[in-house]
């Protein structure tokens, strides 16, 4: 069974940095290149960033370009997000999911607020 489950989210004020994390299991991890997709309340799912099989190459969305780094550990079927110099605008439900969108994980809530 393909699962992807999300995890690290949760309230941070503005200006502050989390850290998301993605465990993949079900399927051969380092063979698929993956994704961090977002969804804001009241609006339709935006790209974040992909990083290829291997992690050499990584691509960000212009919204947080310079903020944000994808990353992956394929020896601990993991991929991560780290989201620094938060801003309100970066709240929503993130979600990873398989470069192709096949396959998705559950969400996890990001909220940046004072």
């Known amino acids: 069974e393909v699962q992807l489950v999300e995890s690290g989210g949760g309230l941070v004020q503005p200006g502050g940095s989390l850290r998301l994390s993605c465990a993949a299991s079900g399927f051969t991890f380092g063979s698929y290149d993956m994704s961090w997709v977002r969804q804001a309340p009241g609006k339709g799912p935006e790209w974040v960033s992909d990083?290829?099989?291997?992690?050499?190459?990584?691509y960000y969305a212009d919204s947080v370009k310079g903020r944000f780094t994808i990353s992956r550990d394929n020896a601990k079927n993991t991929l991560y997000l780290q989201m620094n110099s938060l801003k309100p605008e970066d709240t929503a439900v993130y979600y990873c999911?398989?470069?192709?969108?096949?396959?998705w994980g559950q969400g996890t809530q990001v909220t940046v607020s004072s």
């Open positions: 999911a398989t470069r192709l969108y096949d396959y």
């Open positions: 990083i290829n099989n291997g992690g050499g190459s990584t």
